[in-house]
């Protein structure tokens, strides 16, 4: 695809449904996340609605919408966390199955994907 067309396509954030695609899509996650006992004793001391609010803003911001992300740092909000890549890879999962339910199309799903994978040694380890 030349850049042209790239640059013509309308923000991923409005083509997965705006503030109301991206937070079904966050509640989802969040949602699974929660009910997940693999995972939910990481968030035993954590605002949720604080936590909703701020993985709203980012992935707005991220998917190239109208928000400014105002949380901390990837590094910084993971940090004594010690998540691991399996622990990653689960909570991607959960991520998946918030898209696949909130009618996300596979082809927005994987440039959700490629947007959040990178972030995974900012995540990872901390
Ligand atoms: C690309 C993937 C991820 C993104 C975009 C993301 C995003 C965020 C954001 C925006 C915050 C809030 C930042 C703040 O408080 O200022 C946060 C906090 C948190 N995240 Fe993630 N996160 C990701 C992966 C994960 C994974 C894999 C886990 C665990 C399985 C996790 C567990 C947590 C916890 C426990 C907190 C709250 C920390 C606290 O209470 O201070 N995150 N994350």
Same mark, same amino acid.
């Given at each position: ?5 790239? &640059? ?7 083509? =997965?449904?705006?503030? $109301?695609? @991206? $937070? $079904?899509? @966050? ?10 006992? &693999? ?22 911001? $991220? ?18 966390? *010690? ?12 991520? @998946? *199955? *918030?898209?696949?339910?909130?009618? @996300? ?8 994907? *490629?947007?959040?994978?990178?972030? &995974?040694?900012? =995540? =990872?380890?901390?």
């Amino acid at each position: 695809a030349c850049q042209h067309s790239v &640059r013509s396509e309308r923000p991923l954030y409005d083509q =997965v449904g705006g503030e $109301a695609g @991206v $937070a $079904a899509v @966050v509640d989802g996650l969040l949602h699974r996340v929660h009910g997940d006992s &693999r995972l939910n004793g990481l968030f035993e001391t954590t605002d949720l609605e604080d936590l909703r609010r701020l993985v709203n803003e980012q992935l707005c911001e $991220a998917l190239g919408g109208p928000c400014v992300y105002s949380g901390r740092s990837m590094e910084d909000a993971h940090s004594g966390l *010690a998540i691991t890549d399996q622990e990653f890879d689960w909570f991607v999962e959960h991520l @998946v *199955a *918030a898209m696949n339910h909130a009618g @996300v199309q596979s082809k927005h799903q994987s440039a959700i994907l *490629a947007v959040l994978g990178p972030m &995974r040694p900012q =995540v =990872v380890g901390q």
